[in-house]
């Protein structure tokens, strides 16, 4: 306990100068205390190879280019899975503000966001990505599909339903494990 109170300021701020928000710092910090405690019962401390500061500095580094990677699979800006994620999610979820709690809904939103595109027509989707995904303006839109920009509209509001739709199938499916979000 000690160890982690003394080095969890320093990889927090070590994490926050590589631009990490502060639920991927948190997974710097567990990631980091997690492999430190599995390996530090076999570290052998010998000044002729590294110092425990060189050695807790690589960990920390790996843990960064590991969490790096895992905001790579994201097809979607984080702001905007957020956005998305406050017009899906009831009030009451969104306010647990824990970092596996704000993950889980966060790959949950993009679960919903892939059953979504299976189930729709190519150009309506590339619309609905470009409008309200990545945040270009309708009339742009409107322009590089060929559509009018109040059907760029029309296509955002259907798909925002539909979204809703599949996340209420997800909730009764059991997706949200024991208990129902949107229960009180």
Known sequence: MAFHNRCSPLISAYARRAGFSDSEIDKVIQGTMI?????IPSFKYDPSVCRLRTWLSRIVNQRII???????KSLYPLETLVHLRNTLVPETLVA???????EAITALTECCLARVRSQAKVLHWQVFESHHLLGSPAAEVGRRFDVSSGNVRIITFRFKWMLRREWNRMQKEGLFG??????P
């Open 178 to 183: 024991e208990t129902s979000p949107n229960d």
């Open 35 to 39: 492999k430190v405690s599995r390996h």
């Open 66 to 72: 590991e969490v790096r990677h895992q905001r790579k």
């Open 96 to 102: 647990d503000s824990s970092p596996a709690a704000s």
